[in-house]
Structures are given as C-alpha cells and as structure tokens.
C-alpha cells in the first residue's frame, strides 16, 4: 500500500505517475491527480482535463479563454475541435 499525495489515503490501489520532469507522484484516485497535476485555466481559473488552448507558453482551457486572457492575439485563437473548415 501507498499513501497519496493529495488527501493522505493509504490505499491498496494506489499507483504512481512519473512526469517528465522526473517527478513522482502516488495518488489514490484520478481525482487526486487531477487536483495535483492539471494545469489551471489562466481566465477562469478551472483545471484543464481536455485539449485546451495554448498562447505564447498560457495555457486556457477553451478559445474563449484565451481570447479572453490574451486579447492581444484576437481571432487567431480558435478552438478546431468540431469547428467548420470553412
């Protein structure tokens, strides 16, 4: 058994994540990953668990987000997943 990072759970199915970094890390749930290793949105603040949107090294999880906190970039952000190609 292994205690987890996040909440302190010693549980028998814990496991590890090993970042590239060199990090490694024991959660006892994906919950506890997500709380210790998504990246937040620099808009509104929520984990990013998709895709999201990446400006200039900013990390948003939507393209409004990014319009919104990277203004200066405008209508070149755009989210393509599911967009029109026209």
């Known amino acids: 058994m292994a205690?987890?990072?996040?909440?302190?759970?010693?549980?028998w199915m814990s496991f590890e994540v090993?970042?590239?970094?060199?990090?490694?890390h024991t959660f006892d749930s994906f919950e506890c990953a997500i709380q210790r290793l998504a990246p937040?949105?620099?808009?509104c603040d929520?984990?990013?668990l998709g895709h999201g949107v990446e400006v200039e090294g900013r990390f948003f999880c939507c393209a409004h987000c990014a319009r919104?906190?990277?203004s200066d970039l405008g209508s070149e952000i755009r989210?393509?997943?599911?967009?029109?190609?026209?």
Do not use: L, Q
């Open 18 to 24: 090993r970042t590239v970094g060199g990090g490694v």
């Open 46 to 48: 929520c984990r990013i």
């Open 68 to 70: 919104s906190g990277a």
């Open 79 to 86: 989210d393509t997943i599911g967009s029109h190609p026209g």
């Open 40 to 43: 937040r949105c620099e808009h």
């Open 3 to 11: 205690t987890c990072d996040v909440c302190g759970n010693d549980y």
